[in-house]
């Protein structure tokens, strides 16, 4: 029975699944670990609202679990050779240089974990890559791993991780399934298979825990993920649909998720998905389509990404179209930043592709999210914009309470669904902005009919 792991990787995986782990099983040691000394400083902040991910339920388990059974530290080399299992939960970008530049994943921190625990270990490890990977990428782990001078036995799973953030407490306490990939045509493949399967088994029953061959588990992750962002680039696309038939997109997804073959979730028309993981799993699919030679499967999903760019960019547009062709000089308030409710993660949100194309049309941004900090907002800004740091702040207003960000505005833009943005007074509102009064509303949580009789102009997404 194991008592030791280690995870390398303080991230939203890395943070919330072993924080579960170590809640499920007080028996077992987790020693969380990373090379960012400030992260690891603010998993282990007093102040609990420091943390580095937020998610909902994730602090009252640290409360609990932190310095317990759960620890977080920056002691790489120590915490590989005390732990009997070593999870890889590092980040697996979009390659941003050379061969496979803004297609492949970049496996080099995934490469440097390896290295690093064959030269530490000295001891037999079961190495588990829960990061999600290209397909076969266990067989480079593997090589690696061989070139330990210490004798040591190195036995590889895939545990690709599922959760989704803003919901990942839940996802990780009642998850769907637990895939583990591994070699069981081996007695040591099996018996590490079953030491994963027994820590899950405190919590998960073992219907759900499904085993498979590695490279199986390895393309299930992509699989998933592609299968999920073309769920929402299909329901996108019929919303441009509607838009010009006056069809309504809502009513569509209603009717269609009837059908139990289609299933009612993940149809949320919406201004684009964003998020750490669809672009950059689907565009590493196609790179290992492309590099088999599959250029059709290349480019079937290469298209899912695409209609995502397109729903961006027309949502974008549409702003500019119905303020009188000219946002130049208006003051715009923009709802939301994270790339979906519920979390401080802001990677690849449509937030900040909006604002981008926005503040080029030279609109004045006044931005709010309850959860992204003010300094993250203006280094995704910062990050993805050609204009100089000065003038970039000259053109955006972040704001840490809603209170007075709405007065003399022309426009309310939600680019997040946060729930606090339903329950605004949109008639005290209305009074203070500018008149014509518009809403574009993203993500189509306001009650149109409501806020028209309020007196503002309109506009949601696929209506
Ligand atoms: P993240 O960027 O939040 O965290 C990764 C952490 O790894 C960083 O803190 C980084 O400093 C650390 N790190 C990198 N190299 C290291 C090294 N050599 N030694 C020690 N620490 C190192 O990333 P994430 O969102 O947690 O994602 C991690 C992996 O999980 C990715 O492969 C991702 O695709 C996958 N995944 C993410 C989600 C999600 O919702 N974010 C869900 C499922 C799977
Ligand atoms: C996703 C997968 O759901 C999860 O299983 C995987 O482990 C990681 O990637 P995540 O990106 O955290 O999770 O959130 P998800 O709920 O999938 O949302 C992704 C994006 O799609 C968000 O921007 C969200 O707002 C958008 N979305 C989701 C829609 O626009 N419409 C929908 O119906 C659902």
Same mark, same amino acid.
């Given at each position: ?6 995870? $390398?990787?303080?991230? !939203? ?19 969380? =670990?990373? =090379? ?60 941003? !240089? ?27 490890? $079961?190495?588990?890559?829960?990061? @999600? ?5 266990? +067989? ?26 803003? @919901? ?37 029953? @073992?219907?759900? $825990? ?6 199986? +588990? ?41 059908? +139990? ?14 998020? +750490? ?22 480019? !079937? ?26 946002? &130049? ?19 690849? &949100?449509?937030?900040?592709? $909006? ?38 702040? @000259?053109?955006?207003?972040? !704001?840490? %309470? ?7 505005? %022309? ?53």
């Amino acid at each position: 029975m194991i008592k030791s792991i280690c995870c $390398i990787g303080a991230g !939203y995986v890395g943070g919330p699944t072993m924080a579960v782990i170590a809640l499920k099983n007080p028996h077992i040691k987790v020693t969380v =670990v990373d =090379v960012n000394q400030e992260r690891i400083n603010a998993w282990n902040a007093q102040n609990l609202d420091k943390l580095p991910v937020y998610e909902p339920g994730l602090a009252e388990i640290i409360a609990q679990m932190r310095n317990v059974n759960l620890f977080f530290s920056t002691q790489v080399n120590e915490a590989i050779q005390q732990a009997e299992m070593i999870f890889i939960s590092v980040n697996t970008p979009t390659k941003t !240089y050379g061969l496979g530049k803004g297609m492949a994943a970049d496996l080099k921190y995934v490469e440097l974990c390896a290295r690093q625990i064959a030269s530490v270990a000295t001891t037999n490890k $079961i190495v588990v890559e829960k990061s @999600t990977l290209p397909v076969r990428t266990a +067989s480079t782990i593997k090589s690696i791993l061989k070139q330990s001078q210490n004798n040591v036995q190195f036995e590889i799973l895939s545990n690709p991780e599922f959760l989704a953030e803003g @919901t990942a407490i839940n996802d990780l306490l009642n998850p769907d399934r637990v895939l583990i990939g591994g070699d069981y045509h081996t007695p040591e493949g099996k018996n590490a298979i079953a030491a994963l399967s027994e820590i899950y088994k405190n919590w998960v029953t @073992t219907d759900k $825990i499904i085993t498979t061959n590695i490279w199986s +588990s390895e393309l299930s992750k992509l699989t998933a993920n592609a299968f999920l962002a073309q769920r929402i680039s299909s329901i996108n696309a019929m919303s441009a649909i509607c838009e010009a038939t006056e069809a309504n997109i809502d009513e569509v997804a209603f009717a269609i998720g009837k059908d +139990s073959r289609i299933g009612d979730k993940f149809l949320k028309a919406s201004v684009g998905f964003g998020g +750490s993981c669809f672009q950059k799993d689907i565009l590493n699919l196609v790179y290992i389509a492309q590099t088999f030679g599959l250029n059709e499967v290349a480019d !079937y999903w290469q298209q899912v990404i695409s209609m995502n760019n397109y729903q961006k960019s027309r949502f974008a547009r549409k702003i500019v179209q119905e303020m009188f062709n000219t946002v &130049s000089g208006k003051k715009i308030v923009l709802l939301g930043w994270a790339f979906k409710k519920d979390t401080n993660d802001s990677r690849e &949100s449509a937030a900040i592709d $909006i604002a981008n194309y926005l503040i080029e049309e030279q609109a004045e941004l006044h931005i709010y999210d309850p959860k992204v900090t003010a300094q993250q907002i203006f280094t995704d800004l910062e990050k993805s914009t050609t204009i100089p740091q000065e003038e970039l702040a @000259t053109k955006i207003k972040i !704001y840490n %309470h809603p209170d007075t960000i709405f007065q003399q505005a %022309h426009a309310i833009v939600i680019v997040t669904e946060w729930d606090q943005f339903k329950t605004f007074n949109y008639t005290n509102i209305k009074k203070q902005m500018q008149q014509p009064a518009f809403i574009f509303d993203g993500r189509n949580i306001l009650n149109p009919s409501e806020i028209t009789q309020i007196g503002f102009h309109y506009i949601g997404i696929g209506k």
